[in-house]
């Protein structure tokens, strides 16, 4: 609806209001109130400035790694159900690198604060040292070197941090990869790379506002069909009519189609469970998502939530680098560790750069308690691996804190 039509819908129910008031003078000015309000409500729609956007890659012929037989009909059939569920999508079929970065530029500057956007990833896709790494078609083969590799890949880590900047209300990826290992051993080739080592994908923490699915658990691969009859692989399958369901939030589909495709997996003796990540706070639904904005200052509100501390990474002249990552290795009892990547004032010295006071880019980190154990005066113990990644060589910092939840209060207790 236009502004223009705004306004004359705004005339109408004046008009309506004054033809009321001809008719009975004597109605009571609250009851008379209650009516127009109603009417108000009813004639004219919500007006909403948030976008439902997503982006989708299918990638089945690669110049020098296994080919994939599904990988564009699922992006395709994700596509549909994201458009029917409201979202514009941006489809992209076997992109080599240069075509996704184009692309995928065009689609940032789409986006504003408050908008809900998804992403899907069919193809090959491999972690190292903890990070995930999307395939794109140019991907080259071993021959070329660990390192020419690596740099024409997709970062997924920087791939959900260049969405997070754009303050959006709540993001849905769904990576449905490591169907098979693209580097597979050969002889003098394989001893001088160690990619595609390990199958599957690394675990994630879990980030603010984001609800990430895997189509296998970490360190799992993916099986791309059961028969060469389908059309989609095991896990696009189960996964379309779920997403097609009214009244099942984004944690009851992930439950769902984790049940469904392990079981789908036992049938030709594999195993596969697929596994998600919840960084959304509360029940949430396909259809209808939405959330708080948060500026890359702001803290996630709510008063179950503690803030643990924060990480950046920068050069030596205080320049932000890409995000730390961080890997929770003592799990908390009695809630959950949320991240966020958010811009934030540093209080310290690290590695010996003196960049205190100095405004950094980086992950918070959070402490959400289990409603279960919102009144608990209990003292949580958690412990975190944080790698900076991004300088050379890269340095992991172990950090272990304490969270008071009688205070709502954490401290650092030890840093190695």
């Not at 076997?94 to 789409?110: H, I, V």
């Not at 390192?147 to 959006?168: D, G, P, S």
């Not at 003292?379 to 691996?385: G, I, M, N, P, W």
Request: net charge neutral; charged share 25%.
């Amino acid at each position: 609806m236009t502004a223009s039509d705004l306004h004359w819908e705004y005339l109408r129910v004046r008009r309506l209001g004054g033809l009321l008031a001809q008719v009975n003078r004597s109605v009571n000015k609250r009851l008379l109130l209650a009516c127009l309000t109603a009417l108000l409500i009813m004639g004219l729609p919500r007006v909403s400035c948030a976008e439902k956007r997503a982006f989708a890659v299918g990638t089945d012929h690669y110049r020098a790694l296994n080919p994939l037989r599904t990988a564009i009909a699922d992006a395709t059939a994700i596509s549909a159900v994201l458009n029917d569920l409201g979202f514009r999508v941006e489809l992209l079929k076997d992109p080599d690198r240069a075509e996704f970065d184009r692309s995928w530029s065009a689609f940032l500057s789409t986006l504003q604060p408050g908008d809900i956007a998804a992403f899907y990833f069919a193809g090959h896709g491999l972690q190292v040292d903890g990070a995930n790494y999307l395939l794109p078609k140019d991907t080259p083969g071993l021959d070329a070197g660990d390192t020419a590799i690596l740099e024409n890949a997709l970062n997924f880590h920087e791939v959900m941090e260049q969405l997070e900047a754009r303050r959006l209300a709540t993001t849905l990826y769904i990576l449905d990869a490591c169907r098979d290992n693209p580097f597979e051993p050969d002889g003098a080739k394989r001893a001088k790379s160690t990619l595609g080592l390990t199958k599957g994908l690394a675990p994630i923490e879990s980030v603010y506002g984001a609800f990430v699915m895997y189509s296998a658990g970490p360190d799992e691969e993916a099986t791309d069909a059961l028969d060469e009859k389908d059309a989609n692989s095991v896990y696009v399958r189960r996964l379309l009519p779920l997403l097609k369901t009214a009244n099942l939030s984004l944690v009851d589909i992930a439950k769902r189609v984790q049940v469904q495709v392990e079981e789908d997996a036992r049938t030709i003796a594999a195993r596969q469970r697929p596994a998600y990540f919840d960084g959304i706070v509360g029940q949430y639904y396909l259809g209808e998502l939405a959330g708080r904005t948060l500026g890359p200052a702001d803290r996630i509100p709510g008063d179950n939530v503690v803030r643990v501390g924060a990480f950046a990474t920068w050069d030596s002249n205080c320049k932000s680098r890409p995000a730390p990552r961080i890997s929770v290795t003592s799990q908390p009892r009695y809630g959950k560790i949320i991240t966020r990547f958010e811009t934030f004032v540093v209080g310290g010295l690290h590695f010996g750069n003196p960049c205190e006071k100095t405004t950094q880019r980086g992950v918070g980190v959070y402490y959400v308690i289990d409603d279960a154990n919102a009144e608990s005066t209990a003292v949580d113990k958690v412990q975190f691996a944080v790698k900076h990644w991004s300088v050379a060589p890269p340095t992991t910092v172990n950090e272990s804190f304490e969270i008071d939840l009688a205070t709502r209060y954490g401290r650092r207790t030890t840093k190695q």
